[in-house]
């Protein structure tokens, strides 16, 4: 499978975007989506999409400055930030927008440079949280790309493996850290969907003690919507499975 596929070109269009912190003019690569359709969500509500991987797409990155967020939230940074962008990041910074459709290096690289923005700014727990989640996706695709016929196949899949387990870390301790201090909704979730979540990436982690008094409550408790809680029983057969293979040991 092709990392790019042949006609992912045809779901793409140029969007203008003018830089709120440098007042630069330019355009970025943004999905037509009305011509996608989604085909499934995964355990950690990665969704997935038959035409192309739309997540490659998601961070604006203005060329000059550095300034760089998912692309719903592009221009609302506060004006007591932005000489933090033109002090910390513009001087430095050297990038030109891909031509084409994006490779996953090139969406992994904007994903970066939208967390650096974060950490620069000192961005909250949520939004730390939620670019940590959707670079997880974006690794993830490309971890499903690897061609297994490929010499360097294990070496390649080993070093996504440990970029991917890098990336739901960092999104599950934020999302933790959120849950504790911010108010919901929370990345546009309420508790019981983060609840999920935080369990789901657990399970990737193999922390199955945290995932199973999450997707407890989750189970038992009224008013979840019956698709998400669902979801929870089967990863809770996870844990359940886990549990029962390490008593046996």
Known sequence: MEEIRDHEEDYLLDKKYECTVCANKFTSRS?????VRMIGTDDILR??????????????????CGYATVSKFFGTISDRLK??????????FNYEEPAGAYS???????????????????GKDSEKAYLCLKLAWVMEGKEECLNPEAANYADQKERCDMDLKGAIKLARDSFIAA???EEFP????????????????????EDYNTASKLLSNIITSRGVNP???????????????????????
């Open 186 to 205: 929370i990345a546009g979730m309420d508790e019981n969907t983060l609840d999920y979540l935080i369990s789901a990436l657990s399970v990737r982690l």
């Open 179 to 181: 849950r504790a201090g």
């Open 83 to 92: 000489p933090l962008i033109k002090e910390k990041i513009a001087p430095q």
């Open 227 to 249: 698709r998400l809680k669902d979801k929870a029983r089967d990863l809770m057969g996870i844990v359940k499975k886990n549990f029962q293979e390490e008593a046996e040991e």
């Open 47 to 64: 969704q997935q999409f038959e035409q192309l991987d739309t997540h490659k797409y998601d961070v604006v990155v203005c060329p000059r």
């Open 31 to 35: 999905i037509k989506s009305a011509r």
């Open 104 to 122: 996953y290096n090139d969406a992994i690289r904007r994903y970066k440079i939208a967390l650096t923005n974060i950490a620069l700014t000192k």
